[in-house]
Nanobody
């Protein structure tokens, strides 16, 4: 069973940076991708960054391209999200997730049904 634990959230002023971490355990060869997902208050959770566990292919939502970078340390089973040039509209909960493998090959990765999730970490960006 995949278990995910996020850390690194906090409060920062606009223009600042944060790095989120996700410690993963229980991953198997059947897991294809991992991602970071964002949920604003009262809205649905959606993907902001995706990485293929093998090969390192990455994909970003338009809203974070050029500002966020997803990376992984496979030796330590840790996923990262470097968040730069943060904006107040980036405020919300950030979740580490492992979508169902078939979702990794389409836009469905952004709003997967099922999969494994961490408990989330709160990011607050003040203006």
């Amino acid at each position: 069973q995949v278990q995910l634990v996020e850390s690194g959230g906090g409060s920062v002023q606009a223009g600042g940076s944060l790095r989120l971490s996700c410690a993963a355990s229980g991953l198997t060869y059947s897991n294809v991708c991992m991602g970071w997902f964002y949920q604003a208050p009262g809205k649905e959770r959606e993907g902001v960054a995706l990485i293929y566990i093998r090969g390192g292919f990455t994909h970003y939502a338009d809203s974070v391209k050029g500002r966020f970078t997803i990376s992984q340390d496979n030796a330590n089973n840790t996923l990262y999200l470097q968040m730069n040039s943060l904006k107040p509209e980036d405020t919300g909960m950030y979740y580490c997730g492992v979508p169902p493998s078939h979702d990794c090959y389409s836009a469905a990765w952004s709003r997967p049904i099922g999969g494994a999730w961490g408990q989330g970490t709160l990011v607050t960006v003040s203006s």
